[in-house]
């Protein structure tokens, strides 16, 4: 069991090392050559998990589509456009009002050429992308491709007029010397072959003049924020972490239900009178304990391998599903309510109690295990299900089996102890009528979450029949409920008399009725930073009096450096994206702070770069990365490539803090919506620019 232990935390720390400079779409591009005039071209795209590739012809105002480009079309015409192999998935995107349309996985794209005239055949140009998870987008970007009549199967005539002898059909592949497709980039911090002579040394990257008559702006300054520790340079990716905890809570939840907990003392007793002997008593109950954790771990597992975590993540933002889990969280809370009870067939326990009785040792304890997950289905089901939506909109690939491993080891607990020391259960509150209180509160949050699933189908369909101030209103009278009914004002069917109120049910209807009261300015239009994550967006709201939004002075990065060493202040560098979701999140619920507010506007010089503005530059910027020459052509590109040469970082949200020169105060801040965190980075970075001009 150790071994096994240690071999899953091995598998989960390995999964949250990740490179900031991330490629996790790779194409191969390849021709195919039937011997007839009409050839294909395919596009191959794969997309790790977790990531997916815009579709083709997406609205305008939308994110970068993916979109294919022939520069150079020589001897040959184009058929058509290119056509996936693949239906995409489409989902409503409540930042951009729109459907959107992405492909997870592999998808290729085809297109059909006619070859005119062989001798003279060549086709060069680039496919455009972009690619986002759930939690960051990243910029556009660009891979090329070349073909001439090498690599086609050439007509007798026309190897005379060319000279050329005929190539064989499978060696087809041709890919533009300035652009690996399928070569993955190097993690920041792991030192590459020794195939340039300058990286090997370390020396600094020549910047182009066509790029800038500032070269020390765009020096490259990895290693500085590397000496400040920098965690974001050096990212790795705790969302499997916050997975873990609350799949904890919600194990601890679900022993406060009248499913699970009168199981407790009647489970202990019954190992600790098995056997006289007390060890092999205390064993037997860890085993079962363990048996509880195994079960539910392989349940998360098949999850995803049956699903997978890009499918899961999908579902999780698919109208469709969203529906069918907002009825079956509202059939769950009238069960809680009492309207009736939700059981799994009898039949099914029956045979694994007859197991159980039969068997003996381990296999006998694992039927027992079992009995005790298909009983306690009714309280622990929903709990579950929202565990796993959850899960899966992390995208976290292992994401639904360490959910189910936090919510396993916090029910697993209280079995093991209380049989390891069996004087305990004497103090443990007997059931009754508060188990069926906590039953009926599980169920007014049940309700309100539901409201959560239902609000993305609202959003998907156009229906605006939940737009904000509705969801909020109707949060508020649930609460209002939720605390009348901890004061005894409103009884159940199957509630006890109350013939006092206790001081935790006292504590619990005033935190109701507060949050209650809290989500109240929201109707005018209030941010509502606590519940931001689960209510419509803003621009669904019809009466919005809030208006606290922070712009930045320059969308330049040289105009604003020179304006910040006019003025002496320190720079904050934002980069961003028009199609960057958490971007618009840090926007809504961190600069709209008063004092983050307060420090942009007055202590620094705040410039946001659009790393996907299509804008095409005044000439193309040739530039020279890994090893490979490039092109940059929209001012977007030119962003991008500052954020990636000199910041060693292309995941956005991402601010950095500068002085004059263009030298980091400090380490980068990525994606956090926590607001003190944010201060004391700004504040961070405007103490050491003061300590520098005083050392000048």
Known sequence: M?????????????????????????????????GSAEKEIVFTATADKGWHLYDQDLPEGGPVSTSFTFETLKGAELIGKPTPSVKPTTVYDELFAMNLRWYPGTVSFTQKIKVTDPAKFKAEGEVEFMACNDETCLPPDRVGFSFDKKNIKMTAAAETVAETPEVDQNDVTAVQPDTEIIEELPSPGIPEPDTNKDKAENKPVRVSNELTDNTALWTPVIDQLKAFGDTTVSATDTSWLFIFFAGFLGG????????????????VSFFLKRTKDRKKAI?????????????????????????????????????????????????FAISFFGAFEMVLPSSWTNKLDTKADSTTGI??????????????????????????????SMGTAVGPAIGMFGFALALSIPFSLFAIFPNMLQSMPK???WLNSVKVVLGFLELALALKFLSVA????????????????????????LGVYLLGKIKFSHDSDLPYVSVPRLFMAIISFSFAVYMVPGLWGAPLKAISAFAPPLYTQDFNLYNSEVHAA??????????????????????????????????????????????????????????????????????????????????GDKWSYLQRSKFGANAQPFYILLNDEGEPLGPSYAFNESVPDYIKFLENGLKVFKQQEKNK
Not at 15 to 31: D, E, G, R
Not at 558 to 586: H, L, Q, W
Not at 603 to 626: A, C, F, N
């Open 2 to 34: 150790k071994k096994l232990f240690s071999t899953l935390m091995l598998v989960l720390v390995a999964l949250t090392v990740q490179a900031q400079i991330l490629q996790p779409v790779k194409w191969k591009i390849q021709l195919n050559d039937s």
């Open 252 to 267: 601890l939840i679900a022993l406060l239900t009248p499913c699970v907990w009168p199981m407790i003392p009647m489970t």
């Open 283 to 331: 064993r037997d109950a860890v085993t079962y304990g363990l048996s509880i954790i195994v079960i539910y771990l392989v349940m998360g597992l098949l999850i995803t391998g049956i699903f997978g975590a890009s499918a899961l993540n999908d579902l999780s933002t698919n109208a469709i599903f969203n529906i069918i889990f907002f009825l079956l969280l509202v059939v």
């Open 363 to 392: 296999i006998s304890i694992f039927f027992m295990s079992f009995t005790l997950v298909l009983v306690s289905f009714s309280c622990t089901g929903p709990i579950i299900g929202t565990l796993l939506v959850q899960a899966a």
């Open 431 to 433: 059931s009754g009528g």
């Open 458 to 481: 609202d959003l998907a369909y156009g229906w605006r029949l939940l737009d904000r101030e509705v969801f909020i209103v109707l949060w508020i009278v649930i609460f209002i409920m």
């Open 554 to 635: 320059f969308d330049d990065y040289e105009t604003g450096m020179a304006y910040a060493k006019k003025v002496n202040k320190p720079v904050m560098i934002d980069f961003s994206g028009f199609g960057c979701v958490n971007c618009r999140k840090m926007e809504a619920s961190v600069w709209t702070d008063p004092k983050v507010k307060q420090i942009l506007e007055n202590d620094y010089v705040l410039i946001t770069l659009m790393v996907d503005d299509k804008t095409k530059l005044p000439q193309p910027i040739t530039i020279e990365e890994h090893g490979k020459t490039r092109k940059l052509k929209t001012i």
